[in-house]
Every structure is written in structure tokens, then in C-alpha cells.
């Protein structure tokens, strides 16, 4: 009788766990990650396609010919590594709550690490001659991380009200790169910039200040993403953007204000050999040289230098490509070095 009494009293604390975790379950609270989100159930639930247009604390919002779905990604994303991105082309699985779980993510055009986004079609590189001042040295960087990247750099120089930013106009036309003027505070420029923009998937980055999120709301009023004020003291801007996250524009354009995109680390950029296919307009000029391996430095007959100074190319492009150069060298040597430490 013992033993049948404690079997009894086992059976039910077992059911009334059971009945404690259903009703945890629907109190909606979030699934651990990589779990099914409570009421989720495999069984009859069906498979669509769509795009992540922004992710928080664990959730994928993903947008879909059915509207947006908050969904939460398989363990096995995990497993093998892989995190998805906002901007990634997905497939999930649906269930009766309305609620979703991410199963596989589709062949990415690009990625980035910071900030964390996928496929963009667009950068749009936003600088100024007005504070704070863009040096070309950041623009350059950011258009080969482009070019690298599969995306198309448009450079957009703000503040026109106050700078007419001519140098760095003439410097980015010249170099073949489409190059556009804008000013928030008065609407220049905005319908060049948004027809330059129309169907793809930008991103938007430039050093802080510049003008990104004031560019954005101008285009698309009602908008109302969160301004910065300039600093005086350091001649920039503060950060605004808190995450990342895309937008559908009535001009047909999805963008993305995306802090972080102006800081990298030169060996994600590219080898030393490689560097010189990040620079579209040395492209004539490469082949030409009379050493196979010219480095476009100091050596005799290289068609880069000599372009440089018939002005042919732009000054302080080659002056960019050969800070990048040196970067991309003493990365090496560290890497080497910290090879034969171990």
C-alpha cells in the first residue's frame, strides 16, 4: 500500500508540473533562443519567404508578403555558426499563434560585422565640407569596403547651405563614382539622391554628424529618426542610431541608418596585392606598369604615379590607397609574427 500510495503522490506532482510549464507557455513569454516560441507546433504549420528587417534582444522581425512576423531562429543556426543578419532573405515556418521560427537563411549578396547587416545593394557614403569636415581618407576607405562588398558606393555631400563641398565634388566625379549634393535643412539634391536610391537596399554611413538621420527624415517625412546634436568641442556628431534597422520608403528605396559602418580593421579590407582592384578608377592604369608586381609606391615606370601626377588620377586618392597599403603591410608582419610565437 506504501509503495501504491507513493506512486500515486509521484504521478501527481508530475502532472502538476506539467500543468505549471503549459500555463508558463502561454503567458507568451519569449522561448529560449533557438526554441519553438510557446504554442508553436511543427505540425501544420507552413513554410514562406522574406526578409529581416530588423532584429532585437533574440527576435527576427521578418517582412513578408503576409505583413511582418516575429520569429526566432532554429537552434542549429547556432551549431553551425551562423547568425542571421537584418537585411538576410529567409525562410520560415508559421504557426496558428501567428508566430514564426527561422529555418534557413538564403544565399547572401554580402555581409557585414559592423554594423551586422546583409545584402546591400547601396552604400551611400554621406560626408561634409561644413562641421564636422569629412576627410577623403574616410570616404575612400568606406567606397572599398564597398567595391569589396558587391555594393555600389554613391557618395552624398550634405550641408550644401553651408559648404559647397567643390573640392570633394570634383575630387569623387572625377573618379567616376556617382556624386551627389544635398542639404537637409533646405531639400537640395533630395530627388537626385532618392532616384539614385529607387528600388535598391542602402545603407547609409559617413562620420558622425554629417547629416545621416536629418538626409533620411528629409526624404521621408513622418520618419522622425532621432537627431544628434553637434558637439563643439570635438567637431562631431553623437551617435543617434541605437540598432539596426530597415525601412521601407514610399520612394521604393529600403534603407538602413546604420552606425559603426566608418570603423573597420584594415585586414577585413584586403591584402596588400589585392588592394588596388578596390580603386575602380586605377583600373586603366593596372597592367601598364613596368614591374608584373608593382605596388603603385615609388617604383620607375609605374602607370599609376605617372597618372597621379599628370592629374589624371586624383591626388589624395593614390594618397589613400597608399596609407591602406602600409595598414595592409604591418598587419601582415603582426600576423606572421604572432604565427611563429605559437
Given at each position: 500500500m506504501v509503495t501504491e500510495f507513493s506512486c500515486f503522490l509521484l504521478q501527481r506532482m508530475v502532472h502538476m508540473v506539467l500543468m505549471d510549464m503549459v500555463e508558463v507557455g502561454n503567458c507568451g513569454g519569449a522561448a529560449p533562443d533557438g526554441v519553438e516560441p510557446p504554442g508553436f507546433s511543427a505540425r501544420g504549420a507552413s513554410?514562406?519567404?522574406?526578409?529581416?528587417?530588423k532584429a532585437l534582444s533574440g527576435f527576427y522581425y521578418v517582412e513578408s508578403?503576409?505583413?511582418v512576423v516575429e520569429c526566432r531562429a532554429r537552434g542549429r543556426f547556432r551549431l553551425e555558426g551562423m547568425s542571421p543578419l537584418v537585411g538576410d532573405r529567409v525562410e520560415f515556418s508559421t504557426a496558428e499563434r501567428g508566430k514564426g521560427v527561422l529555418t534557413q537563411v538564403l544565399e547572401r549578396k554580402n555581409s557585414f560585422v559592423r554594423p551586422p547587416i546583409a545584402n546591400i545593394d547601396i552604400m551611400v557614403v554621406v560626408a561634409s565640407a561644413a562641421i564636422p569636415v569629412t576627410e577623403p581618407y574616410l570616404i575612400d576607405r568606406l567606397t572599398a569596403i564597398a567595391v569589396k562588398n558587391n555594393c555600389e558606393p554613391v557618395i552624398c555631400i550634405n550641408k550644401?547651405?553651408?559648404d559647397p563641398a567643390d573640392r570633394l565634388y570634383d575630387i569623387y566625379s572625377a573618379a567616376g563614382f556617382s556624386t551627389v549634393r544635398t542639404s537637409a535643412a533646405t531639400g537640395e539634391g533630395m530627388d537626385e539622391l532618392q532616384d539614385m536610391m529607387r528600388g535598391a537596399v542602402c545603407a547609409f554611413t559617413g562620420n558622425s554628424g554629417v547629416g545621416k538621420s536629418s538626409i533620411l527624415n528629409a526624404i521621408e517625412p513622418g520618419f522622425r529618426i532621432s537627431v544628434g546634436d553637434i558637439s563643439k568641442k570635438l567637431g562631431r556628431g553623437r551617435h543617434t542610431t541605437r540598432h539596426v534597422e530597415?525601412?521601407?520608403?514610399?520612394?521604393?528605396?529600403?534603407?538602413?541608418?546604420?552606425p559603426g559602418f566608418s570603423a573597420f580593421d584594415p585586414d577585413r579590407l584586403a591584402s596588400k596585392d589585392?588592394?588596388?582592384?578596390?580603386?575602380?578608377?586605377?583600373?586603366?592604369?593596372?597592367?601598364?606598369?613596368?614591374?608584373?608586381?608593382?605596388?603603385?609606391?615609388?617604383e620607375p615606370g609605374c602607370k599609376v604615379l605617372e597618372a597621379v601626377r599628370a592629374g589624371k588620377l586624383q591626388k589624395t586618392r593614390w594618397e589613400s590607397y597608399a596609407?591602406?597599403?602600409?595598414?595592409?603591410?604591418e598587419y601582415?608582419?603582426?600576423e606572421s609574427g604572432a604565427r611563429k610565437r605559437k
Open positions: 513554410t514562406e519567404r522574406g526578409t529581416i528587417f508578403g503576409e505583413g550644401l547651405d553651408l530597415l525601412y521601407r520608403l514610399t520612394c521604393g528605396a529600403v534603407v538602413a541608418d546604420t589585392a588592394l588596388q582592384g578596390l580603386f575602380p578608377d586605377f583600373g586603366q592604369y593596372l597592367g601598364g606598369c613596368r614591374f608584373l608586381d608593382c605596388a603603385h609606391q615609388k596609407r591602406l597599403y602600409e595598414q595592409a603591410l601582415k608582419e603582426w
